[in-house]
């Protein structure tokens, strides 16, 4: 590898665009040389809604940051977060019949299981193919068991797939900046990445990013992402629902939501009423309004969320994170009281979203990569399981 090599990641965000060059540094690590956050309202939800508007703010982003880090760019890789982006869990087998395991049965094992994707998600192309367990005669191994005699070869596998469509929108309006992509990187996978650099002991956990405008849960079982979605809500619809039911501006629920736990009086106090007509407003309704759209929020990511019903008994951890920085402070007691646990020596922790987070996951997986990964694209020269099996050689 070229040790002056500097990458550009974009992670399309909600109405935002997040940039971060990264460069190998003297201790042959990486580090973060430049960042920038743009504004850019022709991005929703991550999916690019108005073209040329999006183009007008990329290009002057890059010039930006072209002429503060003295490179001009050529390529990037992208951090994406869609409702779109979808998650497929798969188990493949091979009898061996009581030979050695070989290269060649992992090679059937993959192929048969990337063919099934392939037919069964025909508009959707292939971001990651992940790996999470090897099991040889119905014992788990730590690592692929090459040259080990055995009767049964199982691989877990998890598949990460976009719509064509959407691929399509996103490397059209990079090209348009003469920018050519070299990676799709999913962000739930980019977050575990890491998270799970700065907790290396931890191998089975449950993370929430509540997003102001997107929530995503993702599940992590030996160190490796097995299950994530992303659902089109975030924080902001508790704003939202206390905007209409209440008549109150954003600024002002803001400002309540920060001072609710110190609010004495069984009304809102007059003082916060800046912008709208003061009105007799109980602190019980405000605080139901609220409690009744976190539970919601929480129903739909956790609570019932019948996809994490098989790992409910393997979670060790879970990891909330909030964007919005009020939420964190004000509402994050109420969140883990909404939390339905079924078992009480789960650790739950309630954390503040990092902005740098998802850059420092993707430029590990860029420059390191992640030994439980197989890259499936067809620009590279070597094959897929090539690139497979150099992640474990």
Known sequence: MDETVEKLIIELDNDKIKYGVFKINEKKGYELISK???????????????????????????????????KVFKSISVILNQKDVFCTNLCGFKKLNGSKVEKKDLDYILNEARNSINNNQKNNSILH???SNFILDKTKQDKIPLNIFGDHLSLHMTFV????????????IFSKSDLKIDRIICKPFAENINYLNSNKNLKNFVSINFGNELTTISLCQNSSLVFFKTFPFGTNSIYSDLKQLCSLTRDEIEII?????RNKSDFIDKKFFFKSDFKKLSVMHFKDIIN?????ILDYTFNKNKNLSYYQNRIGNINLFYEDLNVF?????????????????????SLSYDDSGTLFGAAELLFN????????????????ISSFFERFF
């Open 129 to 131: 193919i992940l790996n």
């Open 257 to 261: 939501i920060e001072n609710l736990s």
């Open 36 to 70: 920038k956050i743009s504004q850019n309202a022709g991005i929703q939800k991550g999916k690019i809604l108005d073209f040329d508007y999006s183009i007008k703010i990329i290009n002057k982003d890059l010039l930006e940051i072209e002429k503060q880090v003295n």
């Open 369 to 384: 990569g992640w030994p439980n990964e197989a890259i499936p694209f067809s620009n590279r020269k070597k094959s897929i």
């Open 329 to 349: 402070k004000s509402l994050k007691g109420l969140f883990r009281e909404n939390l339905n646990l079924n078992d009480k020596n789960i650790r739950v922790d």
């Open 292 to 296: 009744a759209r976190v539970k919601e």
């Open 161 to 172: 797939s976009i719509p064509n469509n959407n691929l399509k929108n996103i490397k059209e």
